[in-house]
């Protein structure tokens, strides 16, 4: 199984956004992503950018970051 699809747990503030304790990666994102979306976290003046809400600054911290930190940041809620 690769490291994609392999399932892993997941912190209990990030089961909060995904809705599970338990998912493969590349999961992990596409649902994070899909939160982001829907409550609308995303600098309107720069798409790459994500503004973090309450529940998502308890994964990502409380200030603005470029997309391209999401998996640096979510790998330390990854349950080993």
């Known amino acids: ?37 829907a409550n609308k976290l995303q600098d309107a003046s720069a798409k790459s950018y994500i503004i973090p809400d309450t529940k998502l600054a308890a994964i990502l911290g409380t200030a603005r970051l470029h997309m391209m930190e999401l998996p640096k940041k979510i790998n330390v809620h990854i349950v080993k």
Do not use: D, H, P
């Open 1 to 37: 199984m690769s490291m994609m699809t392999e399932k892993v747990k997941v912190s209990k503030e990030l089961a909060s956004i995904i809705g599970v304790n338990e998912e493969s990666r590349s999961q992990i994102t596409k649902k994070i992503w899909e939160y982001i979306k």
